[in-house]
């Protein structure tokens, strides 16, 4: 702990004395490095001084060395797939050395480059598998959470129940809730509990977001249905302090800051934290009740009155980079809570006033790294984490509530939903390895193992002795992947294998009178196993094709066979949901004019999914419960353009359009899945002013459109017509305008939902109108 | 850009071939002869579709139960969700919501002049678990399952303003008044005369055996006065286990305002099922607040015990059986014909057997108003559909009537048109 004292007061130090240059002062050489995001030299980067002819071109190492005169220098350093840099040095007397210039990816090629320098997202788009990746960099000066930004990817459905914080449901091409896995820098983020969710982590702490849809590749070590998504986080190879904050409707505040430093002897802290807080107040038409009679008054706006969300994070690591024994290894620990206040339940006529849920987080986590680990071209990683958090559902108010806030109090025992004060920790424990093996240049051997273990622990405040009667709880899941990759100059194939395991142990005590109680042991192990393949050829070097095939499991998760305490019933028998994935693809870049540049994606997809978990209410009717019950087959078709002036003007819309139909032989056999979108989209358009009010200072128009075609909330083909119930076609629109100072600060205006009009993701549940958020970020070094 | 708007055109055509695929079915048009002797009131029939997801009920309409075909595809009043309970007085429909400890909107409908149903308000009403008539007043109880909240709430409900009148609270611990405080579950609620007579089970709430009991050999009635609702007394037994079920109606008084009494000896306790009393009906004389010697032990009579009833008229039930005990929960399939005044009980031919048979509405099925005809809905095992099947009372026979398509049937009621 103490060094992570001394970590935490080095960064705010580093937070507290901004821009204390790094100037030296002294002869005449100047030498350094010029290296890529990841830390990389980079090489053939040509750094040209001022307005001169003079300049070099940097070695295999990406090491240059210049000889200057005093006084200050603009280095401007090129090299095509990177943004162009300009770098001012003031050369005093003793030089300067190991100059660090870290360039940028750039999604669009320079001027004078034809397209040939790929970025990362490039090259992650330009795998085998149907990915989608959000260059999150590009929405930092935002306020969105990863959700939604997310959102904004074709095929990505985010629905939401409410404001800041509120219960989200996530799809991709129609797969959703647990058949969607997400991942951290590749860590699955199984039951990270409720404070650490993708709606309430601001985009900042995200470098880039890929979206795997359908087939996942074997080194993310899951059990996916129908895709998954891995956030990779900012790394940074040298020091970097950044904060930002905002402020908005709703009296919502979030802030962020990330801090990184490294030290030369390759020491590296790491601190990322985070908070949100939103009163979520915002209006809702409803029919108010009146609490004696039952009556139901008219609609009229009311403004929502017990839905307070906040969350705050810190994420800390500390170690070492770039040693013989670890190209990296950290050590951390994720430490977080999240208090969120309930307003409604499934519909708006349930309003709740005072029952609330808390959770905490309390992660340590290790992270391990090295190339040519053991032999040379064996790449091998290992992460390991352990959550001791703890959640707590509170309702203890015997109370009943109306959409005036106004309510009748008994003054018994009870709750508003269930009377409950239930405390509970899930002690989830997760390792994973990954070995990469180049046996060449063209073919490797990927092998990932995923290990789970979950263990709840609770007890009941409100029962005297609850702890007699609580069941062992406990899980432990395991995935192993091998996979074999080959690349060629033009294509390239991937196959993979996945073996699935799991172990579920239950017990129930029993309690006869007069006599000793005892438990009776269940054991339930499954064991499945799966595969895939995924191809692509490049045709030419401006059109790829490709097409991807997966025998995949999904794992009943430790919820829907333990139950969530609350409204949650566990079925300890359930069985892993699979499918079969299907999808082919194309992609086509096109420049014209030199500085045009316009890309075409279009994806086919199928999916034919059985044993799909249902929730259905139990034997008594008190609690829900997840059942195998259905096959449902989906197909779809989803398309991008994204249209680019320099680095001007971006522009660009997807859509998704999807037929998933229920297959089990029932009364609705083939009718469409209802109460899932099945036809939306996104549109956008960027334009950025350079050198508003001085030199490097840019301004950044941006708007943004969403689409969702209205859709049924039960069974399409049933009930007259005049009788249905549906969620409406929504068109959200959002603006956006960012001044950025100097590379340095950033202003940001936003205005979501423009035209104020009412939006639903779920039935009846309202989502906010017309807001406005102001966000600065600063960047201090 | 020949390229692009090749791609561009993919898609559209991609986009133009599904939309044409998926294009809706033709309406059906509700079945039914359209014969209509001398009367313009009409059948309400409620049904569940057969899946698992996003399931709405619906309720439709028919002339007659004794042929034709009506559907739920793109027919039938849509309701929000599933897990609805229909109650009809005073020539009202009403549709409830169980929504699991949530306030839900219950909404009432009464038939127009042109043979529609109408809406007529929506309400705001707690989830509850036992609702009758009482008078004009339909009187609802939400019970606690948690022996830590022991309270039951009453609701009155009133026909003729449409609005709650009153309501008020039961202590279900002090009600069982038992040493380990397992606390009182009402199973359904019955008006016998003027007052209010309310069956209950003790259950533990608690430890991983709510619905469990220590008390599995006794009858408990607990009688109230109304619309005080005012605890009177307890009718206590034991010849039998609890009467009624979680949901079911135990109790039904006949022409002569005796009421009987329907245990189905399934208390259970951690799951197991411990009553040793068999499945019996016991009696409760007019204007008394006690059992006579009255005893019929339907288990000696059939082999089998009872799961449900609905009273038919002149002392005979239909009784809905089932043959093994395993669950508190299950539902018989097996019909008899039981003639309360006489002790006797006939199986009822012409149904399908037990293993044919999905689901049967229980008390929700509908009498024909001299009481000769129980009209049961039932479906049938392997998408064989769903039909109203008529059962004459004295000759124990059936005969299959209207199909209902898309759908479980839930409930059978009738409505006059509204004045």
């Keep these: 702990m103490q060094s992570v004292n001394k970590c935490v007061r080095l960064i705010w130090l580093i937070l507290l004395v901004p821009l204390m240059a790094v100037s030296q002062s002294g002869n005449i050489l100047v030498s350094g490095k010029i290296a890529d995001a990841s830390g990389n030299g980079v090489y053939g980067a040509t750094i040209i001084v001022g307005k001169t002819t003079y300049g070099v071109v940097t070695d295999e190492e990406g090491a240059f060395e210049l000889y200057l005169s005093e006084g200050d220098h603009h280095l401007n ?40 320098g790929k970025s990362i997202v490039q090259q992650v788009e330009e795998k085998a598998f149907n990915v989608s990746v959000v260059d999150a960099k590009k929405l930092h000066h935002t306020t969105l959470d990863l959700a939604h930004a997310l959102d904004r990817v074709s095929g990505i459905r985010v629905r939401e129940s409410g404001g800041v914080g509120s219960q989200m449901n996530f799809s991709i091409n129609g797969f959703r809730g647990r058949q969607v896995r997400f991942f951290v820098d590749g860590i699955p983020m199984d039951n990270f509990g409720s404070s650490y969710q993708l709606n309430n982590i601001p985009i900042n702490l995200a470098a880039r977001i890929e979206v795997y849809k359908g087939v996942v590749p074997v080194g993310l070590g899951a059990d996916a249905l129908g895709g998954a998504v891995n956030i990779v986080t900012n790394t940074y190879d040298k020091s970097h302090v950044d904060a930002s904050y905002s402020y908005g409707s709703f009296n919502t505040h979030r802030s962020m800051v990330n801090a990184v430093y490294v030290a030369k002897s390759g020491f590296i802290a790491q601190l990322n934290a985070y908070q949100n807080y939103s009163d979520n107040n915002y209006k809702m038409d409803v029919e108010v009740s009146d609490l004696e009679t039952g009556e139901y008054y008219p609609t009229r706006t009311v403004r929502r009155f017990h839905d307070t969300y906040h969350n705050e994070m810190l994420i800390a690591n500390i170690g070492v980079v770039n040693k013989p024994y670890a190209d990296k290894l950290l050590f951390g620990v994720t430490v977080g809570s999240a208090y969120q206040e309930i307003q409604t339940g499934a519909r708006v006529q349930s309003v709740f006033g005072a029952w609330h849920r808390k959770g905490n987080i309390i992660m340590p986590t290790l992270k391990y790294k090295k190339d040519d680990f053991i032999t040379k071209g064996l790449d091998f990683r290992l992460n390991a984490n352990f959550n001791l958090g703890q959640e707590k559902n509170i309702d203890t108010l015997n109370r009943r509530y109306n959409w005036l806030g106004q309510y009748k109090e008994y003054d018994t025992p009870g709750g508003e939903r269930s009377y409950s004060l239930y405390y509970f920790r899930n002690n989830n424990g997760l390792a994973s390895a990954n070995w990469d093996y180049a046996i060449n240049s063209k073919n490797k051997i990927t092998l990932n193992n995923t290990f789970n ?177 259905g096959t449902v087959s989906n197909t779809g078709i989803e398309g991008e353009i994204r249209y680019q002036y320099r680095n001007t003007l971006m522009a660009g819309m997807n859509i998704t359009y999807q037929h998933m139909l229920n297959k089990t032989r029932n009364d609705v056999y083939n ?46 083909s049933l009930g007259g017509k005049d009788t249905k119930r549906g969620i409406p076609e929504q068109f959200s629109h959002d603006l956006n305008a960012t001044y950025s100072f100097n590379n340095k600060v950033q202003f940001t205006l936003e205005c979501r939902n423009l035209l104020d009009k009412n939006l639903y993701d779920n039935f009846s549940l309202q989502k906010p109108g017309r807001s406005f958020y102001a966000k600065i970020k600063y960047t201090f070094l | 850009m020949r390229k692009p708007s090749y791609f561009l055109s993919l898609v559209m055509l991609g986009s133009a071939t599904l939309f044409t695929a998926c294009s809706s079915s033709d309406d059906d048009t509700s079945g039914g002869g359209g014969e209509n002797p001398g009367s313009d009131s009409k059948y309400v029939i409620t049904a569940t579709p057969n899946t698992s997801e996003s399931v709405a009920d619906y309720i439709l309409t028919a002339d007659q139960l004794t042929e034709g075909r009506i559907s739920t ?73 948690n022996a830590e909240s022991p309270m039951a709430y009453w609701y009155r409900f009133s026909t003729e303003s449409l609005t709650f009148v009153a309501e008020g609270q039961i202590n279900t611990q002090e009600l069982a008044d038992k040493e380990n405080g397992e606390i009182a579950f009402f199973t359904w609620i019955t008006q016998v005369g003027e007052k209010v007579y309310m069956p209950y089970m003790t259950v533990k709430g608690c430890c991983n055996d709510t619905f469990g009991t220590e008390y599995a050999n006794e009858a408990n009635i607990a009688v109230y006065t109304y619309p005080e609702m005012e605890l009177e007394t307890i009718i206590h037994d034991d010849r039998t286990s609890y009467i009624g079920r979680y949901f079911v109606n ?169 004045e």
């Design chain 1, 77 to 116: 350093i090129s090299y095509i797939g990177y943004k162009p840099h300009s770098e001012v040095v003031r050369v005093k007397q003793e030089g300067i050395s190991g100059l660090r210039i870290v360039l940028e990816e750039s999604t669009y090629a320079l001027e004078e480059v034809v397209l040939s």
């Design chain 1, 453 to 629: 273990t979950f263990d709840r622990k609770g007890r009941n405040r409100l029962a005297t002795d609850s702890e007699r009667y609580e069941q062992p709880q406990k899980t432990m899941k395991n995935i192993i992947g091998l996979g074999y990759q080959y690349e060629s100059d033009n294509w390239n194939v991937s196959v993979f294998g996945k073996q699935y395991f799991q172990q579920n142990k239950f017990s129930t005590r029993i309690d006869v009178t007069g006599s000793e109680s005892e438990y009776i042991k269940k054991t339930n192990t499954f064991n499945y196993s799966g595969y895939g393949i995924a191809g692509t050829y490049f045709i030419t070097d401006n059109l790829q094709l490709k097409g991807s095939y997966e025998k995949s499991y999904r794992l009943p998760d430790n919820e829907e066979l333990f139950g969530d305490i609350i409204n949650l019933e566990g079925n300890i028998n359930l069985k892993p949901e699979h499918s079969h994935n299907y999808n082919l693809g194309a992609a086509y870049w096109w420049r014209f004019l030199t500085n045009h540049q316009l890309n075409f994606s279009v994806n086919g997809f199928y999916r034919d999914a059985n044993d799909f978990i249902y929730r259905r209410l139990n034997t008594n009717q008190a609690m829900q419960i997840m059942d195998n019950l």
């Design chain 1, 671 to 716: 009718d469409r899945i209802p109460n899932i979108p099945y036809l939306y989209g996104n549109a956008d358009i960027t334009y950025n002013f350079f050198d508003v009010g001085g030199e490097n200072n840019t301004l950044s128009l941006g708007y943004n459109m969403l689409y969702v075609h209205d859709f049924y909330l039960f069974w399409p």
């Design chain 2, 73 to 145: 595809k793109g027919n039938g009043v849509e309701q929000d969700g599933t897990y609805r309970y229909y109650v009809t007085t005073n020539n009202m429909f009403f549709s409830m919501l169980y929504g699991q400890g949530n306030p839900g909107a219950v909404t009432a409908y009464e038939l127009n002049n042109n043979g529609d149903l109408e809406r007529l308000t929506n309400f705001q009403s707690e989830t509850v678990q036992a609702f009758a008539p009482v008078n004009d007043d339909i009187l609802l109880t939400k019970i606690s399952r």
């Design chain 2, 250 to 418: 135990g109790l039904t008084v006949d022409e002569n305002g005796d009421a009987y009494a329907f245990s189905s000896g399934i208390a259970t306790t951690n799951g197991e099922v411990t009553s040793e009393k068999p499945s019996a009906i016991t009696r409760i004389k007019k204007g008394t607040t006690e059992f006579d010697d009255y005893y019929f032990d339907l288990e000696e009579a059939t082999g089998m015990y009872l799961t449900d009833h609905v009273y038919a008229g002149n002392g005979k039930f239909l009784g809905i059986m089932e043959t093994e005990k395993t669950s508190a929960y299950s539902t018989g399939k097996n019909f008899v014909i039981i003639d309360a005044y006489n002790k006797t009980t006939t199986s009822v031919t012409g149904l399908p057997t037990a293993s044919q048979i999905q689901q049967l509405t229980g008390r929700n099925s509908y009498v024909s108003e001299d009481g000769s005809v129980v009209y049961v809905g039932i479906t049938l095992e392997g998408s064989e559909g769903s039909f109203v099947y008529s059962i004459d009372v004295d000759a124990a026979t059936a005969s299959q009537g209207l199909e209902v398509e898309g759908g479980f049937i839930t409930a059978i009621s009738k409505l006059d048109p509204a």
